[in-house]
């Protein structure tokens, strides 16, 4: 952990093969237009909630075998606000575009 660097990297937390959140930020999928979050066993958190009001959030359980599924990923968090994530070089999945992403971020202005 001394060399984790949050503004650059991220540690997903999994359970049971369960994505959780991260160390830092509750995280968003989409996927054909639409959006999910994990539902279980993690924080939600002020940011989300807010968002949650804004735009539909399916909180459902998300597996780490399904991650290569999803379109874009999103971190959400009070400190980083809305961050796409680029790339998981562990499982080989890069995002596919960014209108999820452009989508929420109009609903965040901090």
Request: charged share 25%; glycine share 6%.
């Amino acid at each position: 952990m001394n060399k984790y660097d949050p503004s650059k990297t991220d540690i997903a937390l999994v359970y049971k093969g369960k994505i959780l959140e991260t160390c830092t930020s509750n995280i968003l999928f989409f996927k054909n237009r639409e959006y999910f979050s994990p539902k279980n066993n993690c924080y939600i958190g002020n940011t989300i909630n807010y968002l949650k009001g804004k735009i539909k959030i399916s909180f459902k359980d998300i597996y780490y075998r399904d991650l290569k599924k999803f379109d874009e990923i999103m971190l959400i968090g009070s400190g980083k606000g809305v961050t796409p994530v680029k790339y998981i070089k562990q499982i080989n999945w890069k995002s596919k575009n960014n209108f999820g992403y452009q989508k929420v971020s109009k609903h965040l202005n901090f």
